[in-house]
Nanobody
């Protein structure tokens, strides 16, 4: 069983940057994919980015492509989400989760963390 803990959220002005961390405890199997999702008030949870634990292949939502970068540190069992050029529409609770597939649909994910709040002021 994998447990995930997100951190790094906060309040930032538009155009600013934040780096989120997702620390995994338990065994991260090489076939796992780790994804970042976000959920704004009154909206459904939406995909942000994913990374394959082995090989490091990545995939991004169109809304964050070119602004966000997902990366991993296998030695630390941690995945990062570097967020640049943040906009008010990026305001949401950000979650990480795992899947054994290579999929952006949150229905395929498990081991959800508790989330970290990101607020971007205009």
């Amino acid at each position: 069983q994998v447990q995930l803990v997100e951190s790094g959220g906060g309040l930032v002005q538009a155009g600013g940057s934040l780096r989120l961390s997702c620390a995994a405890s338990g065994r991260m199997f090489i076939w796992y994919t780790l994804g970042w999702f976000r959920q704004a008030p009154g909206k459904e949870r939406e995909f942000v980015a994913l990374i394959r634990w082995s090989g490091g292949s990545t995939y991004y939502a169109d809304s964050v492509k070119g602004r966000f970068t997902i990366s991993r540190d296998n030695a630390r069992d941690t995945v990062y989400l570097q967020m640049n050029s943040l906009q008010p529409e990026d305001t949401a609770v950000y979650y990480c989760a795992t899947t054994q597939t290579y999929n952006s649909d949150p229905a395929f994910y498990a081991n959800w963390g508790q989330g970290t709040q990101v607020t971007v002021s205009s």
